[in-house]
């Protein structure tokens, strides 16, 4: 009888390696097709939500679909960086294994908030807010100070489609091949040609911007100790925000300002310019930091439609200027009306301080 279930186990395990490999097999054959079933699926997603009338049950299904979604395209997106790269070192698999971690709480946190919040009330949802917000914190603070990370980017923002993802793998063998020819100097920051250089497509100045493409995209920006400062405020943001509600309510100016302070500081903090001296030079952020930077400057505008400024001051106005649109602009009121019903469900949603 043992024998008969290794046996049946065994040819299950070589079915199920066989299905893994066709599959891995059609996702990096067939990347365009991957990335039209990922679109169609979040179309899906905005569709039913437009169309429904009960706002909250759809806003609980779109998070299915969109967190679905999500998954599907991480996983696919994995599927094709694995394959072209893998690391045999026990450091750099922890981390990626923290930056996965990290990046399926990010997109999964919205989710698991509304669906505490429809089967325990309140409570279940608040308790589930502040495990997710201090698995989030533990995570980040492990990257930036053991394993030196930088300025970490949304994992939201960094799902990327599959056929940006295949241009990037097949040009990467080039990038790595041009970034052997440039040295950088430790201590100066110069970049000069090796002798290897002699047929390289880079130009011919050393300092030329392909280089410098080419070395920033390799190269995470190490952060001086301030600005490590900085990026940890920027982690612990949504704990000192859900700490500051148990403390002070939810009706508080106190958590929503303690959270816009911290934000600022962040901001201050990772403030960087090129700055050169005759002993030392100090080289910008990478151009996906830079990127990663503005998005969190520009969502400091979000603060407006953050409980309780929004409560008690942007959501009023706001909702009275889409009515007065609704009523006085023609055919306006068919994209105005159901967009003032959603609001009030999206700002319950997605516009709290501890989401990024």
Same mark, same amino acid.
């Given at each position: 009888m043992s024998n008969l279930f290794k046996l049946g186990s065994a040819k299950f395990q070589r079915k199920l390696e066989e299905l893994k490999s066709a599959y891995v097999t059609f996702v990096t054959g067939n990347p365009a097709l991957i990335e039209q079933v990922e679109k169609s699926l979040k179309a899906s997603s905005y569709l039913f939500e437009a169309l429904s009338k009960n706002y909250e049950t759809s806003i609980f299904i779109a998070e299915i679909v969109s967190f679905s979604c999500n998954l599907f395209a991480y996983a696919n997106s994995h599927l094709l960086n694995t394959k072209k790269f893998f690391s045999n070192s026990e450091a750099n698999n922890l981390a990626e294994k923290i930056k996965q971690t990290l990046t399926v709480v990010e997109f999964s946190q919205?989710?698991?908030e509304i669906t505490a919040s429809r089967v325990g009330g309140p409570g279940a949802r608040w308790a589930v807010i502040t495990i997710i917000c201090l698995i989030k914190v533990l995570l980040r603070c492990i990257l930036l100070f053991l394993f030196d990370s #930088? %300025?970490?980017?949304?994992?939201l923002c960094s799902l990327t489609n599959t056929s940006t993802l295949m241009a990037k793998l097949s040009s990467t063998d080039q990038a790595a091949e041009e970034s052997? %020819? %440039?040295?950088? #100097?430790?201590?100066? #920051?110069?970049?000069?040609?090796t002798l290897a250089s002699s047929t390289s497509r880079l130009g011919d100045v050393p300092g030329s911007g392909s280089s410098t493409s080419v070395l920033s995209a390799l190269h995470t920006t190490r952060l001086t100790g301030s600005e490590k400062i900085g990026e940890c405020l920027h982690a612990i943001r949504p704990l000192v925000h859900v700490m500051a509600v148990g403390v002070f309510g939810t009706k508080s100016f106190i958590p929503w300002l303690s959270a816009l302070v911290t934000d600022s500081s962040s901001h201050v903090l990772l403030q960087r310019t090129i700055q050169s001296t005759s002993s030392k030079k100090r080289l910008s952020y990478n151009p996906e930091e830079t990127r990663e930077l503005q998005r969190r400057y520009a969502n400091l505008m979000l603060y407006l439609l953050r409980s309780p400024v929004y409560d008690k001051f942007t959501g009023p106005k706001l909702l009275k200027t889409l009515n007065f649109l609704s009523d006085n602009v023609p055919l306006a009121r068919y994209i105005l009306e159901p967009f003032s019903k959603y609001l009030p469900e999206w700002q319950k949603v997605y516009f709290y301080d501890w989401i990024d």
């Open positions: 919205a989710f698991v #930088g %300025i970490q980017t949304s994992s052997e %020819i %440039i040295y950088v #100097g430790r201590r100066s #920051g110069h970049k000069m040609r």
